[in-house]
């Protein structure tokens, strides 16, 4: 059954994939009429999508195979840990993850640390309910909650820290809603791909109540090509 599944999700990511290439292409017949970073835009745009494929089929290896599960941990677990002291997240506080995937690796992280509250969100219906059968075999309920959610629209007001992960997409419309709908003086954690991280502070900036208090890159884990930033903000 698991093989049939993830076969069904990586032939329509390839799908995806495809569409997202032609889309590039078709783009590319009019660079002579558009602005020189174009192609530049368009890279990353291309690099945005392959990762975000690529996390997508790691999260569905490492819920179902525990070998997987152990080699992501290790590589990007250690890495969330160390952004978390870095960051000096504190316990006792009410934590959104938008974007938590298939295997909700920040939930568990923070839940193995920090005696916290913690709610995972996507808007991939089949990646929320592979996330709660996880949490419910390995008993983590009481810790984590999952539901479907958009970053776009989602209510944060009741939460003291909300991280938005790199795949959270669309990321800038879903910073938007965050940095106005966020209560003040929360903590929000942005993660992002390096190659992308200008267009993060650009949003920052237009939001003159958000500060940017640390900046921290992680280099590349597994067999991604570039690594990526964490912005620790706090709203005034």
């Not at 990007?76 to 974007?99: A, N, P, W």
């Not at 500060?211 to 590349?220: G, T, V």
Request: with cysteine; glycine share 4%.
């Amino acid at each position: 059954m698991f093989f049939k599944t993830t076969t069904r999700n990586i032939e329509y990511d390839i799908r995806y994939m495809n569409k997202m290439v032609k889309s590039a292409n078709d783009s590319c017949l009019n660079l002579q009429t558009k602005k020189p970073d174009v192609i530049v835009r368009l890279l990353i745009f291309l690099t945005n999508r392959m990762s975000n494929f690529f996390w997508g089929i790691a999260d569905i290896l490492s819920n179902k195979f525990d070998k997987f599960a152990e080699i992501y941990e290790k590589s990007i677990g250690s890495e969330y840990i160390t952004e978390y002291k870095t960051f000096g997240l504190s316990q006792d506080k009410k934590v959104l993850h938008i974007g938590c995937g298939a295997y909700p690796l920040t939930e568990m992280t923070l839940a193995k640390i920090f005696s916290t509250e913690v709610t995972g969100i996507d808007k991939n219906l089949k990646a929320v309910k592979l996330a709660e059968e996880f949490i419910h075999k390995y008993k983590l309920d009481d810790k984590i909650n999952i539901e479907h959610g958009n970053g776009v629209d989602y209510s944060a007001n009741k939460f003291d820290v909300i991280i938005i992960s790199s795949c959270a997409y669309p990321k800038i419309k879903i910073l938007h809603h965050i940095f106005k709908s966020a209560k003040k003086q929360s903590i929000i954690v942005v993660r992002e791909l390096d190659i992308a991280s200008n267009d993060i502070l650009e949003c920052i900036d237009s939001h003159e109540d958000i500060i940017l208090e640390k900046r921290m890159h992680h280099p590349a884990p597994l067999l991604v090509l570039t690594g990526w930033d964490a912005f620790f903000l706090i709203k005034r």
